[in-house]
T-cell receptor, first 115, second 112 residues
Framework: AQTVTQSQPEMSVQEAETVTLSCTYD???????LFWYKQPPSRQMILVIR??????QNATENRFSVNFQKAAKSFSLKISDSQLGDAAMYFC????????????FGQGTRLTINP | DAGITQSPRHKVTETGTPVTLRCHQT?????MYWYRQDPGHGLRLIHY???????DKGEVSDGYSVSRSKTEDFLLTLESATSSQTSVYFC???????????FGEGSRLTVL
C-alpha cells in the first residue's frame, strides 16, 4: 500500500520570506499523481498544486512551486513571498493513476506566518 | 466548486446511538469518498464508491457502513457510535481526468 509522510508537524516563516514543506511517499508504481492541499481555519480543503509523475517539469502556480524528485520519492512545496493568508494546514497526497482512484494523505504540516 | 453539500455540519450524540451523515453532489461525478480527519493522522479513507450501489472499504472502515442509491447521494452510517468515532468527516468527489478531489465543508461529529 502507498504511504505518504510529512515529517514536519509544524513550520513557521516570516511574512514575505520563503518556506519549504517536505513530503516523501512510498510506492512501487510508475504512474501517479501528487497533490498539495491547503486547509485554512475554515476547514475547507483547497487544492494548491498538482504534479503528474510522468512530467519531469516541476509544477508551478504563482507563488507556489514543487520540487518533484521521482527517484527519491520526494515532493516538497515551496511557498515564496509568504503572506498571512498562507497560514493553514498543508497536506501532501498521492493518487495512483490506475485502480480505485483513492487519495492517500500525509499527516499534515501546520504553517504559521509571522508578521 | 464541485457542488458538494454535507449534512449535518455539526452533530453531538451519545455512545451507542446510530448516526447518518449525508453527502450530496450536483456534478454527476462517478467517484465519491468519505474521509475522517484526526490530529496527527491527516485524512484517512473510510469508504468510497465508484458508482451507484458500488462501494468498497478504505483503511479505517470498521464501525462504518455506506450506501449509494443515487449518483448524487453518498451516505455514511455509524450503526452504534463510539467515542473513538469523534472526528471531522469529509466527503469528496473525483473530477475525472485531472485526478483532483473536491471536498465538502466537513461534518464535525462528537460522540459523548
Amino acid at each position: 500500500a502507498q504511504t505518504v509522510t510529512q515529517s514536519q508537524p509544524e513550520m513557521s516563516v516570516q511574512e514575505a520570506e520563503t518556506v519549504t514543506l517536505s513530503c516523501t511517499y512510498d510506492t512501487s508504481e510508475s504512474d501517479y499523481y501528487l497533490f498539495w492541499y491547503k486547509q485554512p481555519p475554515s476547514r475547507q480543503m483547497i487544492l494548491v498544486i498538482r504534479q503528474e509523475a510522468y512530467k519531469q517539469q516541476n509544477a508551478t502556480e504563482n507563488r507556489f512551486s514543487v520540487n518533484f524528485q521521482k527517484a527519491a520519492k520526494s515532493f516538497s512545496l515551496k511557498i515564496s513571498d509568504s503572506q498571512l493568508g498562507d497560514a493553514a494546514m498543508y497536506f501532501c497526497a498521492y493518487r495512483s493513476a490506475q485502480g480505485a482512484q483513492k487519495l492517500v494523505f500525509g499527516q499534515g504540516t501546520r504553517l504559521t506566518i509571522n508578521p | 466548486d464541485a457542488g458538494i453539500t454535507q449534512s449535518p455540519r455539526h452533530k453531538v450524540t451519545e455512545t451507542g446511538t446510530p448516526v447518518t451523515l449525508r453527502c450530496h453532489q450536483t456534478e454527476n461525478h462517478r467517484y465519491m469518498y468519505w474521509y475522517r480527519q484526526d490530529p496527527g493522522h491527516g485524512l484517512r479513507l473510510i469508504h468510497y464508491s465508484y458508482g451507484v450501489k458500488d462501494t468498497d472499504k478504505g483503511e479505517v472502515s470498521d464501525g462504518y457502513s455506506v450506501s449509494r442509491s443515487k449518483t448524487e447521494d453518498f451516505l455514511l452510517t455509524l450503526e452504534s457510535a463510539t467515542s473513538s468515532q469523534t472526528s471531522v468527516y469529509f466527503c469528496a468527489t473525483l473530477l475525472g481526468g485531472t485526478g483532483e478531489l473536491f471536498f465538502g465543508e466537513g461534518s464535525r461529529l462528537t460522540v459523548l
